[in-house]
């Protein structure tokens, strides 16, 4: 262990985007739970990815605006997709979301197949590259939460039907994706929407947030102390959060 | 001069031009950054200053351009072997690109 590792500069930026990414995935992952979709983020975020990849191979500049047009093009396309799916068989809706991430994971790996940097890349998808945030990133990213959450106030999700909640989803999961990984995306949407069913609907969001900010934190802290790479650490602390909170409100309801 | 490497690639440079390598990024060669190995390069650059950090082209740039956020140091980009850069045409071009972009980050005229 190592308690010299716990140096906020280096740790502040990436606490920062996590949170930034709970703000918009923790009320959007209630939803995700309340629809029965929940493999939808993966598909999404995958499909965020696949446009990143196809974007990179078209030797678009790294980071740059293009790229985001790319991701943000191919995550709107998946989402009006399964917006049509949904509308069009309803019953078959999870199983069609699963289909279409592996079949974007899938492409992804085609894409990359003659890339020397192809595992890197395919790596950096899933567990994202938390620790390299910069400021700008982090600017842009509060912009997109901040919007989507205007949406969701403004009630785009009820006005606009599905596409309207397909698409603030694929914004909110364009901007986190690139930053924190596929699996922190899937576990900031599902843990404090899973941990938090239980509770009352009026506490339910500030105990989402409040557990998954934990989770953030603490996944960092120990990722630092044992020198364990950020974003698989934070998933497994997310979890442990998550089943504490739900373990206590259990107790405190049998009471 | 001292320098800071993201990957160990870089001996016989280091040896020709009599440049030391007071730190490597990767706490492993190819294993990535992590934040206590990232924490122990900031505080060795407070003890042992370096003029800049060296990647290879074909590395992902974001672990040196992180310590250049965090350090202030300049990132400089090598070609490391033929074609890696559009000055990298040839070995003369690779000398070549390799001590102009060295000497640009020292600020030093030739």
Redesign the interface.
Known sequence: MNWHALDWSILGLPLVAGLLVLATHVPLGAQVLDRGIVFIDLAVAQMAGLGVIVADALGFPDRGVAMQAAAVTAALGGAALLAWTERRAAQQQEALIGVSFVLAACAGILVLAGNPHGGEHLKDLLVGQILWVDGAQLGWLALVSALVLVGLRAGVTQRFGRFGFYGLFALAVTASVQLVGVYLVFSSLIIPALATRSFAVRRRPLAGYALGAAGFALGLVLSALFDLPSGAVIAWALAGCGFLAAALHGRRAER | MAVVSQHKAFHYLYDWLGMKEVAVLE?KPGV?????????V??SLKTQPARMVIYAA?Q?G??S??LQ??SGIATVRLPFTVGGSDGAKDLFGLFDDTIDRLTTATGTAK
Do not use: G, I, K, M
């Open positions: 706490p990535e950054p992590s934040v206590s190995h990232l924490q122990q900031l505080a074909y992902d974001r672990p351009d992180w956020r965090n």
